[in-house]
């Protein structure tokens, strides 16, 4: 790759200390995916920048490729830290789930801006919300269904018949009553109507509208994590 002068906006997700004034910023970018840039002396008091470069702030980086997956960070500036969201702990965690999700999933370098786009919304979305683990199950769900891990309607694994009524879902795959598998996760009727409503939803107005039925975040996490496992 040749080394070459980028600018791009991006969240950050996380970021590592690296020697003594250094440090790693993981970054979701508009343009790039995942990045991760070596920001020198920006942990240094001289440099100024200790509020920017902080987990759950939306930045402009002008950065520097370099031979392997760690860019070097020329420059930083802030465009917004949130400050609404962090007024409330249950959202402050809701936006800090939303990193962790992605940090786990998204390659390094895989360009999504349509996903950017989705997480820089239910960022802004989540203070205005009363229960925001509507927020951080929907963004679960519209991954999987971004990445083609999710399909509407469900269908059986065997039969292929579609999953209206209950479903059964074990590892990566899905079943209909008659072919699920002991130990499948089991949903239930009112489950997969919120699923399916939480797949579908198209405004931040129709979210407002959705109830989640009781263990129905735990169940999707789950649901989640076995398909991005797959």
């Not at 070596?38 to 370099?66: A, D, H, N, W």
């Not at 130990?183 to 129709?206: A, P, R």
């Amino acid at each position: 790759m040749s080394e070459s002068f980028q600018r791009t906006e991006g969240i950050i997700l996380r970021t590592i200390p690296f020697r003594d004034y250094d440090q790693i910023l993981v970054l979701f970018t508009q343009d790039a995916g995942l990045i991760k840039l070596l920001y020198k002396g920006s942990r240094s008091k001289k440099r100024g920048v200790q509020g920017i470069c902080m987990p759950l702030t939306r930045v402009e980086v002008i950065f520097k490729e370099k031979k392997g997956e760690i860019f070097s960070c020329q420059e930083i500036s802030l465009l917004d830290s949130y400050r609404p969201l962090r007024q409330q702990l249950s959202s402050l965690e809701a936006g800090c789930e939303l990193l962790q999700v992605l940090y786990a999933t998204q390659w390094v370098g895989k360009p999504s801006p349509q996903l950017y786009a989705l997480l820089k919304y239910y960022l802004e979305k989540i203070p205005a919300i009363p229960y925001p683990a509507i927020l951080t199950t929907s963004f679960r769900l519209k991954l999987l269904k971004h990445e083609g891990l999710l399909t509407f309607p469900l269908r059986c694994s065997h039969c292929q018949q579609p999953l209206v009524s209950q479903a059964y879902s074990y590892q990566s795959d899905l079943f209909c009553l008659q072919h699920h598998v002991p130990g499948s996760l089991y949903l239930q009727q009112k489950e997969l109507d919120v699923l399916y409503k939480l797949m579908d939803c198209k405004t931040f107005q129709d979210l407002t509208q959705v109830l989640l039925p009781a263990d129905f975040k735990a169940k999707m996490e789950i649901f989640f994590k076995e398909r991005m496992q797959k």
